[in-house]
């Protein structure tokens, strides 16, 4: 099943998802019996890369699947394979489950920053940078363009998290107010050489007309099918115009370098 899965991805090009068939179906099913039964903490390994995910029973049966076929988030794990190096320090907007940022912490050995504004996500994240042998700062914010001009963001949380945003948050299964961080503060503070960035059509706008010279690689989620292709093409453009230059291209996920 891995092996015809990891067909499949090379195969699927551009397209981010995987698309339910019936027979994953069958074992997303199975899998969320599995987790429901569970007493105690779950360490999943994955199939590709020396990575593990911490699960507990109400861990989501579908991430947990693809998780375990290695078609989860696959095309960051690539990027940050090849172009995180050691020594790198990583600051990643939008964390989900921890996987890509903990990864990350693998490949440069030093501790990764996570902003995140989800307070679901929080004890997940920590549970995954711990499985790996990881350490982990969380800045429980959202981050924004520095002219967003407002303390907060309403942002719409949804069970499976990877739909919550803030481009529709009426939505979402049920709305915060999360503190507000500009991407120039987070970068002035933290002084990072890669940028991971995975926000859900927040990055329209987002970037500052400067960038630090510390900053080598973006790695980002470009949501075209939320934003459209004209604010990609404005967001690309404007990343190269700062001295990046497009490197790759996989699924969703751009990367730029100097």
């Known amino acids: 099943m891995i092996a015809a899965r990891q067909e499949t991805i090379r195969s699927r090009g551009l397209n981010a998802w995987p698309e339910d068939g019936e027979n994953d179906l069958t074992h997303i099913r199975a899998i969320h019996v ?4 569970l007493s105690d903490t779950l360490v ?9 995910l911490s699960v507990r029973a109400d861990f989501n049966p579908r ?3 693809y998780f375990a076929l290695g078609d989860y988030e696959q095309a960051d794990l690539q990027l940050i394979s090849e172009y995180v190096v050691a020594g790198d320090r990583v600051m990643e907007c939008g964390g989900g489950a921890g996987i890509t940022g903990s990864f990350a912490g693998i490949q440069s050995g030093n501790p990764v920053t996570v902003v995140e504004p989800n ?11 711990e499985a790996n042998g990881q350490e982990v700062e969380i800045i429980e914010a959202a981050v924004v363009p520095d002219d967003f ?7 719409g949380i949804h069970d499976e998290y990877w739909w919550s945003s803030a481009l529709a948050p ?9 503190k507000a961080i500009g991407l120039a503060v987070l970068l002035e503070n933290l002084y990072p050489t890669v940028l991971i960035l995975d926000i859900e059509g ?24 939320d934003i459209g292709d004209m604010a990609t093409a404005e967001i690309v453009n ?3 115009s700062l001295g990046f230059l497009v490197k790759r291209i996989l699924a969703q996920t751009w990367l730029f370098t100097r």
């Open 34 to 37: 599995a987790l429901q039964a």
């Open 149 to 155: 001009g407002r303390d907060e963001l309403t942002f």
């Open 63 to 65: 991430m947990a699947y």
């Open 170 to 178: 009426e939505r979402g299964d049920h709305v915060l107010q999360k």
């Open 44 to 52: 999943m390994t994955h199939p590709i890369y020396d990575l593990r």
């Open 119 to 129: 307070d679901r996500l929080y004890e997940q994240i920590r549970r995954t940078f």
């Open 238 to 240: 404007h990343i190269t």
């Open 202 to 225: 927040g990055e329209v706008g987002l970037f500052p007309t400067a960038l630090p010279e510390c900053l080598r690689a973006i790695m980002i989620e470009i949501h075209t099918p």
